[in-house]
Each structure stands twice: as C-alpha cells, then as structure tokens.
C-alpha cells in the first residue's frame, strides 16, 4: 500500500537517497541509529528531540538563512539542518553554547518581527515563530524590533507581503526558485534593509508571479498571507486597522513587564478556541490530473485558505487554481433548483418533478425506440464512484452501452497507443519516475500551463539535476524555452519524426538488443513498417533539419533513462492513436520501460478523466477496461446487478452526435460536461442537441450546454461530496466532504440513484464507500481498493491487488499482455486532413491557458483569475502581425471551413509564421465554433489540432486582451535559490555563538 511521501526532500542532494545503511549517532548523550546521508536535522526531528528550525522546511532543503538550528558537533558549533550525519558522531542540541547560540540566532530573528499572536491570523498552532518563542522560552527581546522602510504589497489578487513581519528566512524565494521554478523572487541581501523582492523590486502585481502560492505556504509567519485569512482566521483579527494598531500598541506596551510567555499563553488560549471553530478538511484539486490533494481550510462557507503539505504528488505544490481558484464553490449563480423546460423557458420544479419527468420520459423514449435510442455521459469531473454508478444506469437499468466520458476529447487516443504496445492504458510510472529520467522529451504539451505541479518537478530536475528537456511543440511555451532543444516541426507530423528516429536507432545500432529480445514482440514486422521513414523523408514532411532529428536520436540513445510526455497536441490529430503508438515504440526498443526513469507518460486533463474511463463510463468497456463483449465478464456483472447486459460496444460521444443528428439517440443524459463547447464542430453539435426529444443535464451552473436542456438537476462541486479521484499517475485518492451540499442541490451521486430508482432499480448505496467495495468486488484491476486503504492521504496506484499492493511502477516484472511481453506495432503515415489552402490558410492551433481551466466555467467566477486574464484571444505571430496590420487589441474575425468566431489579437513571439493560437477560454467565443468534426478514426477523437482558419481584420481596436498584470509580461530572475552565502558576507553578519565577523562557509562544510 502506498503512503504519503514528501516530494523535494532530498532536493540538495543531502539526504538519504536510496541509501539504507546505518549508522550510530549520540545525540545529548543518547545512541541513535541513522541513515547514512541524512541530515542531521532530519534525524533529531525523527528522534523527537526539540531543536529550533525557523528556516527548515524537509520539503525545501537547507536554506541555512536563520541560524537558530546551531547544535554543538564534536565540540564545534554548526548548523544542524545543513550538517550530514556521520558516523561516530557526538551531538549536543543543548549545550551552553548550542542554547546561546540559538537565542541569539532567533533574538536576531525577532527583530524583524513584531509578536502580536493574538491579533494575527497566522496564530493557529503551527506558526514557526510562535512556537520557536515558546520552544527557546525567551521572554524578552535584546535586539529591538525594526521596522523596515516599505508597505506591505498588496497588488496580488490572492496574497500580500509585509516587510515588517518578514524574517528574511528565505523559504518563499527557495520554493520560487527552486520547487515551483518560476523563479521571481530573490532577497537584496547587500541592502541595508533587505526584503523579499519580486522580479528584483517590481510590484508583486506586476512582477512574473504566477499566483502558485508556494512561497505563502512555507512562509513560517505572517509576512506572506493568503487574503482569504486576513480578518477572517482569529476571533479578534476582523476588527478595523485602528483597533488592532491599538492593540499591537497594547502587546508591546506590556512585553518589557510581563514578558513574551503571558503573551503567549493568552494567544495559545485564542489559538484553541480557534480549533473548534476553523475546520481542516483533507480533498484532491478538482482541476487538472495531477492530483495535487490538500488540507481546505474553512469557516463556516468561507474558505480560509488551501493548505498544501502531505500530498503524495504535490507536497507543498500548488498552482493558482488547486491554491486559489474556488471562489466558484460559493458563487450566488450555483444552481439550487432542478429546472424544467416549457416551451422556450426552463422553469424551477421541485426534485420530485424534475425526477419523476425524467424517469416518465426515458421509460417512453425506451419503449418507443428501444434502449439504445437513450445515451449517457458521464463527467470527468465527477468521482470514480459517480462514474460508476453513472454506466451502471446506462447498462444494467437503461439497458445501454451508449455511455461514455470525455476522455473521448482527448485521451483515448493515447490510452489506445499504449493499450496496444504494453497492454495497460496508463502512465507506465509516478511523476516522481519523471523526476528521476535522465532525459524527458515533452511532445504537444503545454505542460507548465496545463499539468503545472507537475511541470515543477520537470523544471526542477532540469535546474539543480542536470536533467535533459526536450520539447516539441508548435509553440515556443514556457517548457519550450526551458529546454535543452526545441523542436518546432510542421504541424501534425509528430510521428514521422518519432518513426525516424527509431528506425535511425535500428539501424545505427542504437537500439536496446537485450531489452527486446527478453521482453518485447513483433520486431521483423514493425521493422518493415518503419521502412518509409527514412532521415530524408522525414527532413521533409516535418521540416525539421535532419541533423536536428539525429541529435534528438542520440540524446536518447545516450540518456540512461528516458521519460516520454504528450498530451492534446499530439492526441487531438487525425492519427492521435497512431502517434501515441509510435511514442511508445520508441520507448520500447530504446528500452525505456520496467525502470525508474523511464516510460510513457500521457498527461491526463481533468482531475478524473483517468477515473471516468477506469470505472466504465466507455461504451466497450465495463469498469477496469472488461470488454462488454466478453461473456464471462458479463455473467460477472449480470450475477452482481441482477440484470440482463447489453452484449455490443455502444457509441461513444461523437457517434451520439451522428447518431441524434440520424434521429437513432433520442435522449441524452449528460453530467457535468459542457459540451455544446468542448466538442468540436460545437454549432453541429448544438444542432443535434435542439433535435433531441428529451435531454437532461446535471450540473453546478447553468452551463451553454444547459440552454439545450428539458431538464436540469443541481448536481454539486467536489468539496461538497465524498468519493475518490484517479490521478494521470493511476492514483486513487479520497476526498472528504469539506461543505454540506449547498441547499436544494444533491450529490451527483445521490441524483443517479434517484434516477435509477425511479426507473424502479432499488439501489440503496448510503455511502460512496459502498459502491467503491461493489466496484473493487467486480474488478481485477482494483481489487484491493477501499476506504480504508484510501484514508486521510493515503493513496492506491492501480493495479490494486486484492491485499492491497499497487504499482507505482507500472511494468516491474512483465507487460500486461498474456505472455507478459510488449508489442511493437505497425504504422502507417496518412497525413493531416483539414490543410490551409489559399482560402483558410493558417493554422490554428489551441489548448489550456494556465489560469483558466477549459471553457472557464468554474475559473471565471475567481475574481482574481479574471482579473489577471479577463479573456480569451488569438495569439498571432510578429511576422503575421507585420504583414497583416494586426496588434495587440485588433479585433478580428477568425473563419474557418465550419463558422467564425470574433476575438482579440494578442501578438506575441509564441508562436511563428502563419500559425495561430487560441486558447479555449471563452463561452462566448468558442475555439470549437471553427474547429472540424474530422476524427481519428481508431478512437474518434476529433482533430482539434487541424484546423485551417483565415484572419479577416475588423475596424474595431481594443485594449490587449491580456492585461499588463497578466504574469506574461514579468522579468523573472533566475537565481539558484536564496543565496544565503551572500548573507554571509554582510559586514554585520557573524556566526551566533562565534567570534567570527564574516564567514563564506558554515563550518562543517
Ligand atoms: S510564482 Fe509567485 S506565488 Fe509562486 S512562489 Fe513565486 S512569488 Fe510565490
Ligand atoms: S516572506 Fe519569505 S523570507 Fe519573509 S518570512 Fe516569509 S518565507 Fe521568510
Ligand atoms: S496542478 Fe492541477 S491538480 Fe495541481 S493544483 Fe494545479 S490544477 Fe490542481
Ligand atoms: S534551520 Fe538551519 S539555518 Fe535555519
């Protein structure tokens, strides 16, 4: 069973990686056993004996800024968290001079900090200051506190920064720098008064800040603080600034004659009343597939803050939206009441009729036309459990294998690549595998802005590890500058030059002989099929020089340990499954599979687009890919459900389109999918939605899609719920209920039931828990899946065998094929479908921005999202922009073979030539208006990539649609972390306890 882990821990290379050997260490007279290579802090920690560690953080690594960790090694003073455990080692964290040494560490400390716990928000138990105060006992200050000569900042939407309660610490520019690697922050240190400064002194508005919320996370005090906290976390931190300047006048005023520990112990008071009120509730980001999972701080319905620490992928990651972007949750246009249709309006209904109008109109349609003529989509935002019961109403009541999730949009195909050459649909290894490739080759991904925890770790391992990046992409994104080599290749041509390579590392003698010999099959054939992609050819068809295609063939050749990334750029393609195969037989014959630092990493969208399809919301797939066409299975689930099962493979979410346009689907069942916008073509599919007789839609908000409704049932977001996400790396983690359902809304799974029972199934499912234990009763795959496997952070990566062992690590022993081998499979080129011509001649491309998720149903209503990227636009090269008189702002109308859409021009060096890029950002302005319902013709996920547009200039100019405070126009400053040793060389620094004035080193180094 897996654990929770904190990720960066060893960061600095200091800690006990991979090592396990022992060795003995006296710590204030005791023996204690440690791991060679660990650090010394780490281990006094483990030994549970109290040291001082203001700017510690495991997950950080030492930052060696405060000094207060000074322990007394072998008759020496050093700092314990920057010190490697040896053996033999004599320690004592409470001598004489350790002690003094670390009062006067933290007296220096307090001078920068004014105590006034009670009136402050960040009083809540786990303030570093605080608690140092009270570990060290100190009960007067020597040095005085000193005001800094700046505000406090508040021109980020989401946090401010006070000089005045900052410590210098360094943590926040550490995990800027070198954890999330956006790296705008740094400290003057040669100034007289040093500060956290952004962009080298820009305002934080203004600066490159990507509203991550690292630094505000590790901040030990209040000097970073969430907004959402300020006034709102303590019992007498609401009150107005004159009252509480009075107050902090009050607490210093009676420090010198009572000393710090009243004043202590009076907050402590206030801290425990604030236990019983605030609540922390452990949930899994409901945005990306990373699955970053977090403590949600709240009181009452207001959200205090997001606390980040013991997720298993993201320790104390974040980005803006898991950090900051649930404002949605408790926004005043959440549906309350189910709506239904009369005429050309909807009208609020009570649950009763709007439960009973749909049971009534699904039984008619289903007697009128027969079972298939009703069709299902589930939502990859809803949980495992609700995807499951979810196909479990389209199969086992309605009688359908019509049932289907958005994975369709964008991972079948990939999941259809893998499928075919290693036998499981999913990430062959965990991003911590990313962490560890010698090389990772990014293709069509976006990954800093769409998968951005995630992307941290890729940026990390590039920046302090030596890691090799290399990124293919049309356009020049953050990943792409980053990297060691950029690829810019013809649009939809990734396969050919995948193909090149491996077929150059055949024949050169690069290949992995010993690895496909002992595990993989169907060499002499795939070998023939490479034939056509030969150096020249592919020079050609991708434009990339052919030097540049051997020098990407070598890197791999040469890398102990490759990871592959991909995501809609290459998915969303007329050959989507055919490029996500050739990724994989790449992998396979350079032996880039069955080890850490190695595989195939298909980036999942949603939170639970991995989950949807694992649980059987697929229309030839029961849960845990059991083919619907398979009798054993079937007798299975029939003797469970107590039903009779369809036998064929139902029609996937683009066939329903087809099929209700062809008067064949007749009803359509969607939840939580706004899909008269996500799918491509989106006017034809709106077309299909007017000519349903009956359609019911589950959701939050009265979504686009809502308009084409009959019925509409308020379904509710995630923190109102209980049940489990799957991750991209297959990992299965629980959410807890932080709200109860907003009044009049129910839980999406609650509404299945409903509408199950009402169509006379009698399920009785109390708690998600129990459709997880029928789920894992009916499921090899996850078999040892449960709640209590499941709890707090704890986590299951599938396969889960029935005692509860997963695989992190995908392929250890053998491939999931009968014979446990891999196979190599054939390809062939076909080419792109939807060209510019001389009509449409530009290529439009498009995807995630990082603040916005999708169409921006949910971010939108965050108000400092908006602020920061109000909406959507057509990025346009420099060159375009030349030859055509476009500029930022330029309104234009953007035409394709299948509608127009009007927006905004933001001109920008992303992208080049005569390819465009919109992102899917807008409700109004739809990238899906101008794309085509040509498809892969394996898995029918549409070619959002191939879209040919032309750029007609309207009269009208605007302001750049992109705000100057967007983080775009930041000067981030790279820096290789706090650089503390800059610190060290003030004229009015000393070593505490020491005689020494300046010093470059810590002693024991
Ligand atoms: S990008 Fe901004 S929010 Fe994130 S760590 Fe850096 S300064 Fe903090
Ligand atoms: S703002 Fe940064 S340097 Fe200042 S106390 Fe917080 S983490 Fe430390
Ligand atoms: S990276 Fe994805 S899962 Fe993590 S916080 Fe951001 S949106 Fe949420
Ligand atoms: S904790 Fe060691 S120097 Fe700060």
Not at 82 to 103: C, L, R, Y
Not at 217 to 226: G, R, S, W
Not at 416 to 429: A, K, M, Q
Not at 847 to 873: A, C, M, Q, W
Request: hydrophobic share 35%; glycine share 8%; with cysteine.
């Amino acid at each position: 069973m897996a654990t929770a882990t904190k990720m960066n821990g060893n960061r600095s290379g200091t800690g006990p990686a991979g090592s396990t050997a022992a060795v003995s260490v006296t710590i204030n007279g005791a023996t204690q056993s440690a791991i060679q290579g660990e650090r010394l802090v780490d281990l006094i920690n483990r030994s549970g004996i109290k040291l001082a560690q203001v700017c510690y953080h495991p997950q950080l690594g030492p930052v060696q800024t405060c000094d207060t960790c000074m322990v007394e090694i072998d008759g020496r003073l050093a700092r314990a968290c920057a010190t490697t455990v040896a053996e033999g080692m004599k320690v004592s964290t409470t001598s004489p001079a350790a002690h003094a040494a670390q009062e006067e560490a933290f007296d220096r400390i307090l001078s920068n900090h004014l105590l006034y716990c009670t009136v402050c928000d960040n009083n809540n138990g786990n303030c570093t200051v605080h608690n140092t105060t009270k570990l060290l006992a100190v009960e007067h200050q020597h040095i005085p506190f000193q005001t800094k000569p700046y505000e406090v900042d508040n021109t980020n939407p989401f946090y401010r920064y006070d000089p005045n309660q900052c410590l210098l610490c360094g943590r926040c520019v550490e995990a800027c720098q070198n954890v999330e690697v956006n790296e705008t922050l740094s400290i003057n240190w040669e100034d007289p008064h040093p500060r956290v400064l952004w962009d080298g002194g820009s305002t934080i508005g203004m600066s490159s800040c990507v509203s991550c919320g690292h630094c505000v996370t590790v901040c030990p005090c209040n000097a970073l603080m969430e907004k959402s906290m300020l006034g709102h976390a303590g019992f007498l931190t609401g009150i107005s600034k004159p009252a509480l300047n009075g107050m902090i006048e009050v607490v210093k005023d009676v420090e010198p004659e009572t000393g710090f520990g009243a004043i202590m112990r009076l907050s402590e008071a206030e801290s425990a009343m604030r236990e019983s009120r605030n609540r922390k509730t452990k949930t899994v980001c409901t945005y990306c597939g990373v699955g970053c999972s977090f403590d949600i701080w709240t009181k009452d319905r207001h959200i205090l803050k997001v606390e980040p620490e013991h997720g298993p992928t993201n320790g104390i990651s974040t980005c803006v939206k898991g950090k900051f972007g649930w404002d949605y949750v408790n926004d005043p246009d959440r549906l309350t009441k189910p709506l239904i249709r009369e005429g050309e309006k909807l009208r609020e209904a009570s649950w009763d009729e709007a439960l009973e109008l749909v049971a009534r109109k699904f039984t008619e349609i289903k007697t009128q036309y027969g079972p298939d003529s009703l069709a299902f989509i589930s939502s990859s935002k809803c949980t495992n459990e609700e995807s499951y019961l979810m196909q479990k109403l389209a199969r086992a009541v309605a009688g359908t294998n019509n049932i289907d999730n958005c994975s369709r949009y964008c991972q079948a195909p990939a999941t259809t690549g893998l499928f075919r050459t290693v036998g499981y649909g999913g990430d062959s290894g965990s991003i911590r595998d990313i962490e560890n490739a010698d090389l990772v080759l990014i293709v069509g991904s976006n990954t800093a802005e769409s998968h951005p925890v995630l992307a941290t770790r890729v940026k990390s391992a590039h920046k302090l590890r030596g890691q090799k990046l290399i990124v293919s992409d049309l356009r020049e994104n953050e990943m792409a500058r980053r990297a060691d080599l950029f690829l810019h290749p013809k649009p939809g041509t990734d396969l050919v030059w995948l193909s090149a390579i491996t077929l150059y590392l055949l024949e050169n003698g690069m290949a992995h002989s010993e690895f496909l010999k002992q595990w993989v099959n169907g060499l002499e054939e795939y070998k023939r099929s490479l034939a056509p992609f030969t150096m020249e050819f592919a020079s050609k068809t991708t434009g990339l020089p052919e030097e540049t295609i051997k020098k990407v063939a070598h890197m791999i050749a040469e890398a102990k340990g490759v990871c592959i990334l991909w995501a809609m750029g290459v998915t969303q393609q007329s050959q989507g499954s055919d490029t996500s195969t050739a990724i994989s037989n790449l992998l396979l014959v350079t032996g880039n599979y069955m080890r850490t630092g190695t595989g195939a990493y298909p980036l999942r969208g949603h939170n639970n687009v991995q989950g949807a399809g694992d649980t059987g919301s697929a229309p030839g797939t029961l849960p845990g890919y059991q083919s619907v066409s398979d009798p054993e299975v079937r007798a299975r689930f029939e003797a469970a459900w107590r039903v009779k099962l369809p036998t064929t493979t139902g029609l996937d979410n683009h066939q329903m389109v087809d099929a209700i346009q062809q008067g064949k689907v007749r009803s359509l069942y969607l939840i939580g999918e706004e899909m008269a916008i996500v799918d491509s073509n989106s006017n034809y599919v709106g077309d299909a939605f007017s000519k349903l007789d009956f359609m019911v839609v589950q959701d939050i908000f009265f979504s686009y899609t809502c308009r084409f409704a009959d019925v509409v049932l308020p379904g509710c977001p995630s923190l109102e719920k209980e049940g489990t996400f799957t991750s991209t790396e297959r990992r299965i983690q629980r959410l807890y209920q932080v709200f109860e359902p907003l009044e009049g809304t129910r839980p999406d799974w609650k509404i299945i039931q409903d509408v199950a029972n009402r169509l006379g199934a009698n399920w009785n499912y109390e708690h998600p828990s129990a459709i997880t234990g029928e789920l894992a009763s009916l499921t090899p795959l996850m078999a040892g899946v449960s709640y209590e496997r499941l709890e707090g952070y704890k986590c299951l990566q599938w396969p889960v065998a029935a005692d509860g062992t997963d695989q992190p690590l995908l392929y250890t022993q053998k491939f999931a094929f009968p014979d446990g081998k891999a196979r190599l499979f054939p390809l062939k080129w076909t080419g792109a479908q939807d060209q510019p011509n001389e009509e449409f001649d530009l290529h439009l491309n498009n995807g995630r921005l990082l603040e916005h998720f999708h169409e921006g149903n949910l971010t939108y209503r965050v108000s400092g999202i908006r602020e920061k990227t109000p909406d959507t636009f057509v990025e346009v090269s420099p060159a375009l922009a030349q030859e055509r008189g476009i500029e930022s702002g330029t309104w234009v109308m953007l035409i394709s073979r299948y509608g127009q859409v009007r927006v905004r021009a933001l001109v920008t060096d992303r992208v080049s030539g005569h390819e465009l890029y919109m992102p899917m950002n807008s409700t109004e302005s739809p990238v899906n208006r101008l794309t085509s319902s040509r498809t892969d013709p394996v898995t029918h996920t549409p070619a959002f990539k191939e879209t040919s547009a032309r750029i007609q200039i309207l009269p009208e100019k605007g302001e750049s649609p992109l705000p100057r405070i967007n983080s775009r126009f930041g000067h981030p400053t790279p820096q290789l972390g706090v650089e503390v040793e800059r610190k060290w060389k003030r004229s009015d620094y000393r070593v505490p306890g020491s005689q020494l004035v300046q010093i470059q080193k810590p002693p024991e180094q």
